[in-house]
């Protein structure tokens, strides 16, 4: 993940972008980082609240684990808008 933020950080400086893109790309970013956070910080407590497996404790994390791939896939999409026509007149 940090990888691919890194990949983006370089291509936002060194394609020409608005600053209102950097912005988004930024925004998505930190949005991406920040609920993964929040699903690391949730399913250890829910580990400390019931140590053994339970099937509504795996529904849990399942649906946290569900929002990071959401917004993930949005930020892919968004930086796929902001870096087709730059990439494209590339190749």
Same mark, same amino acid.
């Given at each position: 993940m940090l990888l691919v933020t890194a990949m983006v950080v370089i291509m936002m400086f060194y394609f020409p972008t608005s600053r209102t893109e950097k912005a988004v790309l930024l925004a998505m970013i930190f949005s991406v980082l920040i609920l993964e956070l929040i699903n690391s910080v949730m399913?250890?407590? @829910?580990?400390? @609240?019931?140590?053994?497996?339970d099937p509504r404790v795996q529904k849990i994390k399942d649906l946290l684990a569900a929002i990071v791939l959401l917004v993930s896939s949005g930020a892919a999409i968004i930086g796929i808008l902001i870096f087709w026509p730059h990439i494209r007149t590339i190749f």
């Open positions: 399913e250890r407590f @829910l580990d400390f @609240l019931q140590p053994a497996v």
